[in-house]
């Protein structure tokens, strides 16, 4: 009977959104996501319950939000938060993307780094995490330190390649232009070059949030203090709480897409000017 309820709430879901999509509106898209992920939660719930699945294999969402409702779970998680994503992911992504920011002005004066830098940071880019966290973890100790290495080095050349390119983006007549008011490099950058270049930098932006904090918790992974979200997942799996891993995840998820989001916002009203924002 919930596997007919769980098919039944798909059909639902699927043809509101179906209805959704023809309308204007500005809120349909939020309206629609929010509906889609109300249908997969609702499906979820009632598959794992009408096929009797094991708490232990895959928990229902209600005892995921029971756990995340229980104020000693509560304390815990925030705890945990504070110490991934605060002190880990958000130092790492705060010293990281300003790292590369200046090394990405300073490489634009010089084809030798252009030439010899980016294949680096292309090839650094593509190193496993799981290889570099424990090298990390022993040069910088047990710490949040540890953890804010890691996501520097993630979103350095991320940050860096977009940069780069982005200051490339101007084309040689609007340098012309700015060559016959007499403008020197500094003036040109900061008035012509930078804002050419603001939509790859917070497509930079974008890519490091998410680079960060996937950073931050599988590092805790090879070595952490008594609290962190990478250790919280490590520690409950070993005791089969798997509502406590969820919890943490969904927690972890809600960080993730809020961060995301903050800097898509931020972007949205620094280059309101330019036309992808525009056509939007």
Request: no cysteine; charged share 10%.
């Amino acid at each position: 009977m919930l596997i007919v309820a769980a098919l039944a709430v798909w059909i639902a879901g699927w043809a509101l959104n179906h209805w959704l999509a023809r309308r204007r509106e500005r809120w349909v898209p939020l309206i629609s996501a929010l509906i889609f992920g109300a249908t997969l939660l609702l499906i979820w719930e009632l598959l794992v319950r009408g096929l009797a699945v094991p708490a232990v294999i895959l928990p229902p969402p209600s005892a995921i939000a029971a756990r995340l409702a229980d104020p000693a779970t509560q304390g815990l998680l925030w705890g945990d938060f504070v110490q991934t994503f605060v002190k880990g992911a958000l130092s790492g992504f705060v010293i990281g993307s300003g790292a590369a920011f200046v090394v990405a002005v300073v490489t634009d004066r010089s084809p030798f780094l252009q030439r010899g830098l980016l294949p680096v940071g292309n090839f650094v880019a593509a190193l496993p995490i799981i290889g570099m966290a424990p090298i990390m973890v022993m040069w910088f100790g047990f710490g949040w330190q540890s953890k804010a290495a890691i996501v520097v080095v993630m979103v350095f050349f991320p940050m860096l390649v977009n940069t780069v390119a982005g200051l490339k983006e101007t084309d040689a007549l609007q340098r012309d232009l700015m060559r016959t008011y007499a403008a020197g490099y500094w003036q040109t950058l900061l008035k012509l070059r930078l804002p050419a270049a603001a939509p790859f930098i917070f497509n930079g932006l974008k890519i490091a949030s998410t680079l960060a904090l996937i950073g931050a918790i599988v590092a805790e992974f090879f070595g952490s203090p008594t609290r962190g979200m990478g250790f919280r997942i490590s520690t409950e799996v070993g005791r089969l709480s798997l509502d406590m891993v969820w919890a943490v995840i969904a927690v972890a998820a809600v960080a993730g897409s809020a961060f995301y989001g903050g800097i898509a916002l931020l972007e949205r009203a620094a280059t309101f000017w330019h036309p992808s924002q525009r056509e939007r």
